[in-house]
């Protein structure tokens, strides 16, 4: 079946690094992504990776994805306060079709 | 350029009554998502309309039904409201082929209570 988990909280400090990670159980997922949302906002994609990749940079984000475990992970680096959300990993088994999301992990940044 | 609108973006039903919420995607989008977001719950995949016509549908009951019109505008139809509807509903669009991935872009949603 389709299922994607995420932890549900994460903390952390100004300028530190956050990981979020996710795990997902469709082997048949192509496309794998990250949104964001903030309080009263729709969902904003942040990243995304393809099946056939194991790594993806994009400024202060990096995806990592290990297809073999079905575990991505997204890291920010120097984290800011503006950066508190919630954070959704979610996979595609085909461009522009449904997503199946996870529960959503929320990120807090403290001062 | 004006983004994923939706509307109303809170509403209050009682249960059994019927509910019609809207949606315009972005400027140039003709395929249209609908996703149904429970307090504290990622967002679940109800159904997609593309050409007028339902193409993929989620695990959610016939109550639930929608139409695109010619503009690509969309409507979200549930009957026989039941408590357990109360969510947050998002419209996302999108266009096959163009952008990243087939990028989907949301609206900020329609808060539903059903009392």
């Known amino acids: 079946g389709e299922d994607v988990e995420q932890s549900l909280f994460l903390s952390v400090r100004e300028g530190d690094s956050s990981v979020i990670n996710c795990t997902y159980t469709?082997?048949?997922?192509?496309?794998l992504y990250w949104y964001k949302q903030e309080p009263g906002a729709g969902l904003q994609l942040l990243t995304y990776?393809?099946?056939?990749?194991d790594m993806k940079q994009d400024q202060r984000l990096t995806v990592l994805l290990n297809k073999k475990d079905k575990h991505l992970s997204l890291r920010i680096a120097d984290t800011q306060t503006g950066d508190s959300a919630i954070y959704f990993c979610?996979?595609?088994?085909?461009?522009?079709?449904?997503?199946?999301f996870g529960q959503g992990t929320e990120l807090s940044v403290k001062p | 350029d004006a983004g994923v609108t939706q509307s109303p973006t809170h509403l209050i039903k009682t249960r059994g009554q019927q509910v019609t919420l809207r949606c315009s995607p972005k400027?140039?989008?003709?395929?249209v998502s609908w996703y149904q977001q429970a307090l504290g719950q990622g967002p679940q995949f109800i159904f997609q309309y593309y050409e007028e016509e339902e193409r993929q549908r989620g695990n959610f009951p016939d109550r639930f039904s929608g139409h695109q019109f010619p503009n690509y505008s969309s409507e979200l139809n549930v009957n026989a409201l039941l408590l357990g509807d109360s969510a947050l509903y998002l419209c996302?669009?999108?266009?096959?082929?163009?952008?990243?991935?087939?990028?989907?872009?949301f609206g900020e949603g329609s808060r539903l209570t059903v009392l």
């Open positions: 990776i393809f099946s056939n990749m």
């Open positions: 979610a996979e595609s088994a085909n461009q522009g079709g449904k997503l199946i």
């Open positions: 469709d082997s048949s997922s192509t496309y």
């Open positions: 400027s140039g989008h003709d395929t």
């Open positions: 996302a669009s999108s266009t096959p082929g163009q952008g990243i991935a087939g990028e989907l872009f």
